[in-house]
Nanobody, 116 residues
């Protein structure tokens, strides 16, 4: 059974940092591309960042480029999202995502709130 468990969310002031973690199980993590999505209230879920199976290729939404960094540790079956210079508009529930054909798998989500 595929499981994705996120952690690391919370309340942070503008300009602050958080690191999200997603621990995966139930599939061959080291062979899987992984992604982070987010969904703000009243908005559609959007792709934030993705990383290839070995970590050599990463992609970011324009809104987070230069501020967020996605990384992974295949020995720990974990993908991370380091978020720096956080803005109020980064407030959302953040989801870990894996596409294991033909299904999309999601974690339960972790809330990130950026507010003073």
């Amino acid at each position: 059974e595929v499981q994705l468990v996120e952690s690391g969310g919370g309340l942070v002031q503008p300009g602050g940092s958080l690191r999200l973690s997603c621990e995966a199980s139930g599939f061959t993590f080291s062979s899987a591309a992984m992604s982070w999505y987010r969904q703000a209230p009243g908005k559609e879920r959007e792709l934030v960042a993705s990383i290839s199976s070995r970590g050599g290729v990463t992609n970011y939404a324009d809104s987070v480029k230069g501020r967020f960094t996605i990384s992974r540790d295949n020995a720990k079956n974990t993908v991370y999202l380091q978020m720096n210079s956080l803005k109020p508009e980064d407030t959302a529930v953040y989801y870990c995502h894996y596409f294991g054909y033909p299904r999309h798998y999601w974690g339960q989500g972790t809330q990130v709130t950026v507010s003073s």
